[in-house]
């Protein structure tokens, strides 16, 4: 397999931590992007991939799979261990609304990094910049809240949420989206420590 990726985006490190936790990283080779720009189009990666994003795995069959989401569940079956993502559909289907919310946080934060580091200053929206940061704390907020007892497992619902607070550490330090989430500090805090997490720090 091959995987086109650039380990600044959270949906690649979904993609990377989740080969790892399952034990194939060595049968994925990863081919970095180099400078991933949203305005133009990586052509290495939109002769895979029409919509020119990443992830993108190339399948030993010569298959290409996106999104991160389509990949995750990929990896799990080629590995033929459905602990991340099992198939009784209780947990399943809590597992992957888990994972939705964190993708949709992934969403919010990589739309903010656009709109507040690449986007010419004369042409950026602070309304917008707004609504994606109000969504990334209430979101923040229901795992807080409503999910925090889902968090000890893992699958793919807590690797995405592993990744997305990774990339909210990553562009944004100052965050401070541990202040009054205690829970989610604590998951954290564990989960990082994890070899799957620690090699595939963005730099
Ligand atoms: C980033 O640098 O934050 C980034 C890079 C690629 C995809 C998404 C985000």
Redesign the pocket.
Known sequence: MKLHH?P?????RIVRITARELGIEDQVEEIHTGV?LPVEAHAAVVADNPLGR?PALITDHGYVLYDSRVIVEYLVHSAGNLDLLPHEPVARFAILTLQALAQGIADSA?SL?YETALRPENLRWPDWSDRQTARIDNALDTLENDRADELSALNIGTISVAAVLGYLDF?WPDWGWREGRPKLQSFYEDFAARPSMKSTMPE
């Open positions: 650039n600044a985006s959270p949906f690649v991933f990443i990589v990094r562009r």
